[in-house]
C-alpha cells in the first residue's frame, strides 16, 4: 500500500496510456466486426473507429503543443508576479500576511515555523483560487511549493504540510467563479449558477480538510481551527444572503470586477510598504522575476508528460465509455439520470482544465444555454479541480517523487465536490 502511494501519478500515467490503447484496439476490432455486432448488440461503429489510432498519434503531437503554449503563458505570469511577491518580502507585506494567518496555518500545517514565507505564499494562492484568478494562483502555489520544500526534510518524498496545501488546493473553494459566469455570457442569468458552485466548492474543501487531517492527526476540534471555519461559513452564508438579494446584472458586476480589484489592491499594497521601507523596488522585483522565469522552465517535462497521457486517454474514446457505463448503472436505480449527460465535465476537471471548458461548451451547444445539462456542467466546472495536472505540475516543481496520499485524499474532495453538485443542481435547478 505505501509502494502504491509513492508511485500514485506513475500509475496515473500509465494507466491513461493503457487504457487508452486498449479502447482504441477495441474499437478498431469492433469496425472490422461492425456488421456482426450491430446484429448481436445494436452497437455501431463508423469509420471514425476505424483511424482512431491516428486520433492517438495527432493527440500527442497537440498536446505537445498546447503544453509548451501554456509553459510560455506561464512564464510571463510566473514572472511577474513572482517579481511582486519578492516586492512584497523585502517590503514586509509577507510578514504581516503570514502573521495574518498563522494561528490557523500553525494548526494545519505544524511542521512549519510560524512567519515562514511558505505561511503567505499559500495564503495568497488560496485567495487568489478563491476569487476565481487562475492565473494567479498558480504563480504563489509554485512559490509556497518552493518554500515548503526548504522545510522538507525528504527532499523526494511529500511532507504533510505539502499534501495538506495541495488537497486544499485542488478542492478549490471558490466565492467568485469569474471564469464560469464568462463562458455562460450568453446566457439569460448568467450568474445563476454563482451560489451552487459557492456551496459545491465549500462542501469539496471542509471534506479535504478533514480527510488528511484525520490522516495526520491534526485536532480538527481545536478552538482556533473550529473558529476559524465557523467564521468561514458565516461568511459564506452572509454573501449568500447579500447576493442572493441582489438583481443578475448586480450580481455579475461584482463578480466581474471585485477579484481583480482585490488582487490590484494587493499589488500596491506591496509596492506603498516597499516604499515606506526605501526598498529599490524595481531591483527587488527583477530579483524576483528571474526565480519565476526558472521556475516556469523547469515544469516543462511534468507538463507535457501528464497533458500527452491525458491527450490519448481522451482522443481513444475512454470518458465516452466511461460516462455509458455510469449512465447505464444510474439507470439501474435511478428514474432521473439527466445528471450523467453534464458528467463528462467533471470526469475531465481532473484532468485538464481547458478539456473541462469544452465539455461545458459542448453541454451548452447540446442541451441549449439555461438547460438542466448546462447549468450542472457549469457548476461542475467552477466546483472541482485539476487535480492530476496541479499534482504533476506542482510537486515536478520541486522534484518530489513519492507523493504519498495526496492523490487519494484529492480525488476524495473532488468526489465530495461532484456529490454535492449533483445535489445542489437538483435543489436549484432540478
Known amino acids: 500500500m505505501c509502494y502504491f502511494r509513492n508511485m500514485a501519478l506513475h500509475y496515473v500515467f500509465v494507466a491513461l496510456f493503457c487504457i487508452g490503447f486498449l479502447v482504441a484496439l477495441l474499437r478498431t476490432l469492433g469496425y472490422f466486426f461492425r456488421d456482426q455486432l450491430q446484429d448481436l448488440f445494436n452497437i455501431t461503429f463508423t469509420e471514425a473507429d476505424l483511424y482512431v489510432f491516428k486520433d492517438l498519434v495527432d493527440s500527442t503531437f497537440s498536446m505537445a503543443e498546447v503544453s509548451v503554449s501554456i509553459v510560455i503563458v506561464l512564464i510571463g505570469v510566473m514572472t511577474f508576479w513572482l517579481g511582486i511577491m519578492k516586492v512584497g518580502e523585502d517590503g514586509g507585506a509577507i510578514q504581516r500576511l503570514s502573521r495574518l494567518v498563522s494561528p490557523l496555518f500553525r494548526r494545519l500545517f505544524p511542521e512549519i515555523p510560524a512567519e515562514h514565507p511558505a505561511m503567505s505564499a499559500m495564503l495568497m494562492n488560496f485567495s487568489a483560487n478563491m476569487l476565481g484568478l487562475d492565473n494567479a494562483a498558480t504563480p504563489f502555489g509554485l512559490k509556497a511549493m518552493e518554500e515548503l520544500q526548504k522545510a522538507n526534510e525528504k527532499k523526494d518524498t511529500a511532507s504533510n504540510a505539502m499534501i495538506m496545501f495541495l488537497v486544499l488546493n485542488t478542492s478549490g473553494l471558490t466565492i467568485i467563479p469569474v471564469s464560469v459566469m464568462a463562458l455562460r455570457s450568453g446566457a439569460e442569468s448568467p450568474s445563476e449558477v454563482f451560489l451552487p458552485i459557492l456551496f459545491a466548492t465549500f462542501f469539496a474543501s471542509l471534506v479535504g480538510l478533514i480527510t488528511v487531517g484525520i490522516r495526520q492527526k491534526i485536532n480538527l476540534l481545536h478552538p482556533v481551527i473550529l473558529l476559524s471555519i465557523g467564521s468561514l461559513t458565516v461568511l459564506i452564508v452572509l454573501l449568500l444572503y447579500y447576493f442572493s438579494a441582489l438583481p443578475q446584472q448586480d450580481v455579475e458586476a461584482i463578480s466581474a470586477v471585485a477579484g481583480n480589484a482585490i488582487l490590484m489592491s494587493a499589488i500596491i499594497g506591496f509596492i506603498v510598504l516597499a516604499l515606506r521601507s526605501k526598498i529599490n523596488i524595481y531591483d527587488s522585483f527583477i530579483d524576483g522575476?528571474?526565480?519565476?522565469?526558472?521556475?516556469?522552465?523547469?515544469?516543462?517535462?511534468?507538463?507535457?508528460?501528464?497533458?500527452?497521457?491525458?491527450?490519448?486517454?481522451?482522443?481513444?474514446?475512454?470518458?465516452?465509455?466511461?460516462?455509458?457505463?455510469?449512465?447505464?448503472?444510474?439507470?439501474?436505480?435511478?428514474?432521473?439520470?439527466?445528471?450523467?449527460?453534464?458528467?463528462?465535465?467533471?470526469?475531465?476537471?481532473?484532468?485538464?482544465?481547458?478539456?473541462?471548458?469544452?465539455?461545458?461548451?459542448?453541454?451548452?451547444?447540446?442541451?441549449?444555454?439555461?438547460?438542466?445539462?448546462?447549468?450542472?456542467?457549469?457548476?461542475?466546472?467552477?466546483?472541482?479541480?485539476?487535480?492530476?495536472?496541479?499534482?504533476?505540475?506542482?510537486?515536478?516543481?520541486?522534484?518530489?517523487?513519492?507523493?504519498?496520499?495526496?492523490?487519494?485524499?484529492?480525488?476524495?474532495?473532488?468526489?465530495?465536490?461532484?456529490?454535492?453538485?449533483?445535489?445542489?443542481?437538483?435543489?436549484?435547478?432540478?
Open 289 to 430: 522575476a528571474k526565480e519565476g522565469f526558472s521556475v516556469a522552465v523547469k515544469i516543462i517535462p511534468y507538463l507535457v508528460g501528464m497533458l500527452i497521457a491525458i491527450g490519448v486517454f481522451r482522443a481513444s474514446g475512454a470518458f465516452d465509455v466511461l460516462q455509458y457505463g455510469v449512465k447505464w448503472l444510474a439507470e439501474l436505480f435511478l428514474e432521473d439520470t439527466r445528471f450523467v449527460d453534464a458528467l463528462p465535465t467533471a470526469f475531465m476537471k481532473p484532468f485538464s482544465g481547458s478539456g473541462a471548458r469544452s465539455m461545458m461548451v459542448e453541454a451548452q451547444q447540446e442541451f441549449g444555454m439555461g438547460s438542466f445539462q448546462e447549468r450542472l456542467a457549469s457548476i461542475f466546472q467552477g466546483s472541482t479541480e485539476t487535480t492530476f495536472y496541479t499534482l504533476a505540475v506542482y510537486y515536478g516543481a520541486v522534484n518530489i517523487k513519492k507523493t504519498r496520499y495526496t492523490v487519494a485524499a484529492g480525488l476524495t474532495a473532488d468526489l465530495a465536490g461532484i456529490i454535492a453538485a449533483i445535489i445542489i443542481g437538483y435543489i436549484f435547478f432540478g
